[in-house]
């Protein structure tokens, strides 16, 4: 038999990423990128119209190149070559008009929403008031939702001036809205049909949606989940607690379940009464 060894090697580490995502054409400053990554690699553009100072580097020429967005890639050189890709706008004016694609976003959910930018517009800087929103880079605006803090948010893109092209600045709000829960119980279970009518104990920060059961069991009031146990039938049901989808959060149901007992029937009788004493 033969035998011998293999070696698997991971891609090589591609990141790179320029200072800002919209530079002036006029810019005396041609922007190079900070390559985090394995150096030694190439850049390249698409579409056709920036010039690169060096493809080793990727210092742009902005006087020289096109205006317009391009998708600048570094392909490295290394043992498993990989690549990765940035967004660059060359304008001649700067926009920071942008918007996302839905105003409000569930805490936790995904994927996480990136800005987008009507024609003429891109990216600058992004920041957001007050504190509790995360980006998971502040030069893409994209949002990172698991970090971020339930509440609503001013968001904003700012263009700083730079070659002859002014400072651009521009708002949209964006509301990150906490999962709701919708844990609960019947902690007495089981219930008499005599009982009285129990309603739900929330756990967790559990709240009220609408409350739902097979045929049999009656509630007081479905958005409570107040039992009537006197109008029930006897027997286990499993309760749901559904809240419905709001605030980019999707429905969220809990089950509990309850038992209902029969009021036991005390009636007798002496059916030979009046009796003898002997």
């Known amino acids: 038999s033969l035998s011998g060894t293999i070696n698997v090697n991971l891609p090589d580490n591609a990141s790179f990423n320029y200072s800002l995502s919209t530079y002036c054409q006029t810019d005396p400053v041609n922007p190079t990128p900070t390559i985090t990554g394995l150096a030694g690699g190439t850049f390249s553009a698409v579409p056709a119209g920036i010039t690169f100072i060096s493809t080793a580097t990727g210092q742009i020429n902005l006087t020289a190149s096109t205006l317009g967005t391009y998708t600048v890639t570094y392909t490295t050189n290394g043992s498993c070559p990989d690549s990765s890709t940035f967004s660059l706008t060359i304008t001649n004016g700067f926009s920071a008009a942008f918007s996302y694609d839905s105003a409000a976003y569930c805490q936790g959910g995904s994927p996480n929403p990136f800005p987008t930018f009507p024609i003429g517009s891109s990216a600058g800087i992004f920041s957001a008031h007050p504190a509790g929103l995360v980006f998971i880079s502040t030069v893409t605006g994209q949002i990172d939702l698991a970090l971020s803090t339930a509440g609503v948010y001013t968001v904003t893109d700012s263009i700083p001036a730079s070659g002859g092209c002014s400072i651009a600045t521009a708002t949209s709000i964006v509301t990150i809205t ?101």
């Open 178 to 278: 906490a999962l709701p829960v919708a844990a609960f119980s019947y902690p007495l279970t089981p219930y008499c049909q005599n009982a009285g009518s129990p309603s739900p104990v929330f756990s967790g920060g559990g709240i009220a949606g609408t409350f739902s059961a097979a045929a049999g069991l009656v509630f007081m009031n479905a958005a409570t989940g107040q039992v009537n146990l006197a109008g029930s039938t006897a027997g286990n049901y499993i309760v749901t607690n559904t809240i419905a989808a709001s605030g980019g959060c999707s429905a969220v149901t809990a089950t509990a379940s309850i038992t209902i007992t029969a009021l036991p029937v005390a009636a007798f009788s002496y059916t030979g009464t009046p009796y003898c004493q002997n």
